[in-house]
């Protein structure tokens, strides 16, 4: 919804948003549904562990859910998807593609090997599917409804590289309650390289800061009213404060509410700043 504000369009009808919901949360709640992510020293996977009935009930429904959403959509627009350009369908692809490519293996001689397993790339592979759904299918949506081929300007550029830059320091924070798991089973993220320290400073700092310094350099370039890049600045400021707060050890809630909560907020501060300042 946030892209749609940011970039001008009219917002996608309800379906779009029930079925990219469903879909998203059954896609990462199957990786934690299943006995080899099962972890006494993850909290979550624990979780799903214990309660795996109650979750097979709730991943029925939400596919159930995805397929009659998606199935109403594609004979809502199934004549104007064969008329989507090549560039569009590529768009399409190249998301999901990267998500199934995340744990399926990328190498027919050893099934173990997939994106997720290249630790410093695992954070990047994340935050380019999550900002491909979020950034371009919206405007590849609205393609469908009124037949306009959308154009990749600056202001869709900003807007993608700004998302890629703010998740992918929230999956690399996100990284740090899997330490010791990562650490065990070898897999070789940022932390478990160059540790908690070292990481905070050296990756997660300088990254937001080229994030929020980029932001307003285009915001005053564009001549965005003052109030607008200021309250779209709290995300990252609290980015900053959040980064800075994960010095010491803190509990699985915090990862969830706190760090996966920073990207509401983003959206929120998004869609207020053109609501009431544009």
Not at 178 to 188: F, I, M, T, V
């Amino acid at each position: 919804m946030e892209t749609n504000f940011q970039l001008g369009v009219t917002l996608n009808p309800a379906l779009y948003y029930l079925f990219l919901f469903s879909t998203s949360v059954w896609y990462y709640t199957k990786s934690y549904n299943s006995e080899s992510s099962f972890n006494q020293l993850n909290e979550r996977s624990y979780w799903y562990k214990t309660h795996k009935k109650q979750v097979r009930y709730s991943q029925a429904i939400l596919i159930i859910t995805a397929i009659l959403a998606g199935t109403i959509l594609l004979f809502q627009y199934w004549n104007a998807i064969w008329n989507l350009h090549l560039f569009d369908w590529l768009l399409l692809m190249i998301f999901p593609l990267t998500a199934l490519l995340y744990y399926e293996s990328i190498s027919p001689k050893n099934p173990a090997h997939n994106l997720r397993s290249i630790g410093w790339l695992k954070p990047f592979v994340i935050s380019f599917v999550w900002t491909g759904v979020i950034s371009i299918y919206p405007l590849i949506f609205k393609r469908l409804e009124n037949g306009n081929q959308f154009e990749l300007d600056s202001m869709v550029g900003w807007f993608f590289i700004k998302n890629f830059i703010f998740i992918s320091i929230l999956c690399i924070l996100f990284d740090i309650k899997d330490y010791a798991a990562d650490h065990n089973s070898q897999l070789k993220t940022f932390v478990v390289r160059f540790g908690l320290r070292k990481t905070l400073y050296f990756i997660i700092f300088p990254m937001a800061l080229i994030g929020f310094f980029s932001f307003l350099l285009f915001t005053l370039n564009h001549h965005f009213p003052i109030i607008r890049i200021l309250i779209n600045s709290i995300p990252f400021i609290l980015l900053i404060i959040v980064t800075w707060s994960m010095q010491r050890r803190k509990s699985i809630l915090y990862y969830l509410a706190v760090i996966d909560g920073l990207m509401l907020i983003k959206a929120a501060c998004g869609i207020t700043g053109v609501l009431l300042f544009k």
